[in-house]
């Protein structure tokens, strides 16, 4: 049998996206057909099944925001103010209702991981690599002298983790553009402090 060609990232973005949007359960192989370009045998092929799919299509939305993480941080001469942008940039994608900027992990981890263990598990690793991330970042800024925080850089971390998946969840209630921001702000100005 012949492999099918296509381009492994165009299509896991793309299945992310139909995924994000009406969620696993409610996500068809027609909705994933024509979502990807590909045919359901091609799918079958490169990914064993729906759930092969979404397994594949976490890894990529890893390592995509991985990337876009360390963007963020590569050329900040401040920790700090890569961190407000980061937030801002996260409130942006909640205002936007936009499925491809949604979060898959936090999605996946409401919807189906309770009821699979080893999605349960590959959500749970990239969250704990998120946050020891987001700890690294608050290292930085204690070594750079920007923040003089008594509390150790994990629980900012913690803090900061459950800020944001609170501030993507409100967000599906109060997409208001300027509460999000408030929260966001405040959210930053608590871990300053």
């Not at 969250?127 to 008594?150: C, I, M, P, R, Y």
């Amino acid at each position: 049998m012949r492999n099918a060609e296509f381009d492994r990232e165009t299509v896991l973005r793309s299945a992310m996206t139909a995924f994000m949007d009406k969620g696993y359960a409610k996500t068809s192989m027609q909705d994933l057909t024509k979502a990807t370009g590909l045919h359901p045998g091609s799918i079958y092929c490169a990914f064993d099944n729906k759930r092969g799919l979404l397994l594949a299509a976490l890894a990529q939305y890893q390592h995509d925001r991985s990337l876009e993480f360390s963007q963020f941080f590569s050329d900040s001469t401040s920790t700090l103010a890569a961190l407000k942008a980061y937030l801002d940039h996260t409130v942006a994608e909640c205002v936007s209702c936009d499925a491809a900027k949604a979060c898959l992990l936090t999605k996946a981890l409401n919807e189906i991981a309770q009821q699979d263990e080893g999605i349960q598990a590959i959500i749970s690793s990239n969250l704990a690599t998120w946050q020891q991330h987001l700890a690294a970042v608050f290292d930085q800024a204690k070594a750079n002298g920007e923040l003089q925080s008594q509390r150790d850089s994990q629980q900012l971390a913690r803090f900061l983790a459950m800020g944001i998946y609170g501030l993507r969840t409100f967000a599906h209630t109060h997409p208001e553009a300027n509460t999000l921001q408030e929260l966001a702000d405040q959210l930053f100005h608590d871990l300053c402090a």
